[in-house]
């Protein structure tokens, strides 16, 4: 499928998002957003099968951070 037919497609669904929040949503995601968001998980939980909980990484944000 071509790009154009991706934004002739896409043309048809209705806009949810103004321009400005679209921007917001596609724009770069922060430190400070990812830690905001590891801030706000429970502890013990576990986002994968590896192992390593949520408080390992909110522990060791500073570290893993980057």
Do not use: Y
């Not at 209705?14 to 801030?39: A, H, W």
């Not at 998980?41 to 590896?50: E, H, I, L, Q, R």
Request: hydrophobic share 35%; net charge negative.
């Amino acid at each position: 499928m071509s790009i154009v037919e991706v934004v002739r497609i896409t043309q048809n669904f209705p806009r949810s998002l103004e321009e400005e929040e679209n921007e917001t949503i596609i724009g770069e995601v922060t430190k400070g957003e990812v830690e905001g968001i590891l801030r706000s998980m429970k502890n013990d939980k576990n986002p994968s099968p590896d192992g390593w909980t949520m408080e390992f990484f909110q522990h060791f944000f500073e570290s893993l951070g980057n």
